[in-house]
């Protein structure tokens, strides 16, 4: 028998064509790190599968790309933030017209040049979960942003340094080296430097291996901001940091973007250590970023991150400070 004659054939009406956007697409660029986002249109309408798979896609591979973002402006940047959690603003610098929005410029000595590997704030105890970073100028050659994964530089140590890094707790400080990382500062950069990033002089305990609280995973905790570990005398402090924080630096652990104008970058802060490349001369570069609001980060051990100076974290000019939730000294002592 063959089939019955196409006339009795149920007939199918063409599916209709779709009305949302097209299929979320996540294309990994690194082994351990890094991945390109396709088929978003970033805002604060996006639809919650959507929005879903964004924010799985972040927590997997730790700092994620959107190209061809250009309507985004200050106020679609904030309202896209405030899907993935509530935007903090920076402790210490002042953002412009009461915005959560953060210039990251080429002018400004307090982040356009963020030559030395770091994660957003962690001198204050619930430092940011996620930042969000939209390019707005970008030079002509250079200013590229590298991303190192945290949980991956934990989980390739050898067992024995494992288990040291799980023992330790760094105290972590905006007071850092500036002038070591910026050997070319003018008395005016340092002067800004001073009276802006220094207003308030923060020192916290975190534990040197934190327990991600929404992956589970081990993550390094160090960086910049790193002063000393507690205990130790300065030289093996600085040794054994040095020892932990080239295990992040890998080549093998890191991804690289070139930036284009309208690229967004979206990195979970909490897995994540990032270098900006300070090789554009004096070429313009200009990018704004939106903070998330953290948890404090749990050690191995169940003990809390814990700030030292000062009491507590001042309230900003406006709107939540970063790290300031449930973050005072008593409450964390564990
Ligand atoms: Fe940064």
Known sequence: MTSAPATHAPSRPAAPAPETSPAVTVEKIGGRVGAVIGGVRLGGDLPAETLAA????????????????????????????????TPVAHPTVPSRDGRYSLGIDSGSDLGGRANQWHTDVTFVPAYPAFSILRAVTIPPYGGDTLWANTATAYENL??????????????????????????????????????????????????????????????????????KIQGLSGQDSRRLVELFQAHVERPENTVRWHWATGDVAIWDNRATQHYGVDDSDDHDRALRRVTIDGEVPVGVDGRSSQLLTPREVPEPAFGVASGASGATGAADAA
């Open 54 to 85: 964004v924010r799985a896609a972040i927590l997997a591979h730790k700092v994620v790309f959107f190209r061809g973002q250009h309507h985004l402006d200050e106020t679609a940047h904030e309202a896209f933030a405030r899907l993935l959690g």
């Open 158 to 227: 050898p067992a024995p340094l494992r288990t040291l890094a799980e023992t330790l707790r760094a105290v972590h400080s905006n007071e850092y080296d500036y002038v070591g990382a910026r050997p070319g500062a003018s008395e005016e950069q340092l002067a800004q430097f001073q009276q802006v990033f220094l207003s308030t002089r923060f020192t916290t305990e975190h534990p040197v291996v934190r327990v991600h609280p929404e992956t589970g995973e081990r993550t390094l905790v160090l960086g910049n901001f790193v002063q």
